[in-house]
């Protein structure tokens, strides 16, 4: 989580560009806040903490269907 305490919240293990490619360098090892923050609709309900941080990049809330699309966790 280095890097999520500053006044622009990044953290130090996300590699590319928020908004087009990106990807956690350290997914498979990363720290229990990480592991336990849950995209909206990961499970079936939304995350409004979730919601907001992509807000903050511009992006908009993740839609119920999301997690339905296959993606590669080891990218």
Known sequence: MNGTDCKSP?????VGEVGSTVHCSI??????PCREFEASWENGEQNVDCDK????????PLQSDWAEIPFDKSA
């Open 10 to 14: 990044r953290c130090t293990a996300l």
């Open 27 to 32: 997914y498979e090892k990363r720290s229990s």
């Open 53 to 60: 941080a992509r807000a903050r990049f511009g992006l908009p």
